[in-house]
């Protein structure tokens, strides 16, 4: 803990690539292999694939379960392809360089790692993307080519789905927000201006 007040994280991290050099640079070209890799089996999925015509489809002819089918498919190649191994190989590294730190080397990197989130942003779109399907699905339009109908009309669902989310979600949360405001909040500002 006094070593994490010495330096600040910059500080720190510079001092654990220069010591850890080899471990630092096998994990960005590993990183890098595997980035080019993924890349690779997109094109090939895309030049490949019977969704999408194996790449010769118009952006007109695809429907919301093309999409759907796609990114499945395409996510299933990618894990089995390149996710697995890199997975096992990153794993299996970092497992026997951890191993050989010694005890206080450990802490001093438990204690920068401790408490740093990394969920940020992105939820909400894709939240959204699975309510429109489901929203198109209902409707009707989910096996719909795009170019059928004018853009105005997809647009104009994507606004029908966010009305729709915020009826089914948006009343009870007031309803509960209310309740909650007069059971427990209000109670208490009128407790502390008695005391």
Not at 104 to 114: D, I, N, P, Q
Not at 127 to 133: R, T
Not at 177 to 182: A, R, S
Request: with cysteine.
């Amino acid at each position: 803990m006094e070593e994490k007040d010495k330096c600040s994280d910059g500080e720190f991290w510079k001092q654990k690539i220069k010591k850890h050099w080899k471990i630092f640079a096998a994990s960005i070209i590993g990183g890098a292999v595997a980035i080019v890799v993924a890349l690779l089996v997109l094109f090939w999925f895309i030049d490949t694939s019977t969704i999408g015509a194996m790449g010769t489809a118009t952006i007109g002819e695809w429907t919301l379960a093309w999409i759907w089918e796609f990114f499945i498919f395409l996510m299933l190649w990618e894990l089995l392809i390149v996710g697995i191994p890199v997975a096992i190989v990153f794993g299996v590294g970092w497992y026997l360089w951890w191993k050989r730190l010694p005890a206080e080397e450990k802490a001093e990197f438990k204690g920068r790692w401790r408490g740093k989130g990394t969920a940020e942003g992105g939820g909400f779109s894709f939240g959204m993307f699975i309510a429109y399907s489901i929203y198109m699905y209902i409707n009707g339009d989910f096996y719909t080519p795009f170019g059928n109908f004018a853009y105005s009309y997809w647009v104009y669902a994507w606004f029908h789905t966010l009305a729709w989310l915020l009826v089914i979600f948006g009343i009870p949360a007031a309803i509960i927000l209310t309740i909650v405001y007069f059971a427990v909040w209000r109670k208490k500002e009128t407790e502390e201006q008695i005391v």
